[in-house]
T-cell receptor, first 116, second 111 residues
């Protein structure tokens, strides 16, 4: 069964450094998402992406964040200058094979980002 | 405001006992409600959705619009049900709509 994959599983970085988190959504999906979960808190929506542009973003998704689908298979989340409070588990999700509603969002295993 | 509330952080029951994980939501329109489950060291996965009205792994959940609740129930808990359970909603019936999660309830089944 196809799955969303994410790399790396764990990323450690110094405050102020740029990080890129990578996701490979399920191949025929059209909608892509990033969520994050700070330790002990709820899973929070960051951004959704469709047709090579952002569909919706949360207030968390400020100018330090960007997303890209560089090559038709990968979907990346870049944090330009990491802060301590960016430490979290980041989940990628994908859904949608067409115009149908009620599509399930399939989640990746997550990347744990630790900012020191 | 769109919000999902799960009042219990931890629920511990004996094997064979009934289970009810509580979920209340706040949404101005007609949301789609879900339960997601995350077993130890595994990814988040959809358990069930209110639209389908089905029973998955013995779990059911009924949407009560009057009480704005979507409690998850199972009559007889099994040890393999131990996991983190998240109630969630999606506003509107678009594939692009974001999912809003509750804070989760850790279900622990004692042998």
């Amino acid at each position: 069964e196809p799955e969303v994959t994410q790399t790396p599983s764990h990323q450690v970085t110094q405050m102020g450094q740029e990080v890129i988190l990578r996701c490979v959504p399920i191949s025929n999906h059209l909608y892509f998402y990033w969520y994050r979960q700070i330790l002990g808190q709820k899973v929070e929506f960051l951004v959704s992406f469709y047709n090579n542009e952002i569909s919706e973003k949360s207030e968390i998704f400020d100018d330090q964040f960007s997303v890209e689908r560089p090559d038709g298979s990968n979907f990346t989340l870049k944090i330009r200058s990491t802060k301590l409070e960016d430490s979290a588990m980041y989940f990628c999700a994908s859904t949608g094979t067409g115009e149908t509603s009620y599509n399930e969002q399939f989640f990746g295993p997550g990347t744990r980002l630790t900012v020191l | 405001a769109q919000r999902v509330t799960q009042p219990e952080k931890l629920l511990s029951v004996f094997k064979g006992a009934p289970v009810e994980l509580k979920c209340n939501y706040s949404y101005s329109g007609s949301p789609e409600l879900f339960w997601y489950v995350q077993y130890s060291r595994q990814r988040l996965q959809l358990l069930l959705r209110h639209i389908s009205r089905e029973s998955i792994k013995g779990f059911t959940a009924d949407l009560n619009k009057g009480e704005t609740s979507f409690h998850l129930k199972k009559p007889f808990a099994q040890e393999e049900d131990s996991a983190m359970y998240y109630c969630a909603l999606r506003g509107g019936y678009s594939s692009a709509s974001k999912i809003i999660f509750g804070s989760g309830t850790r279900l622990s089944i004692r042998p």
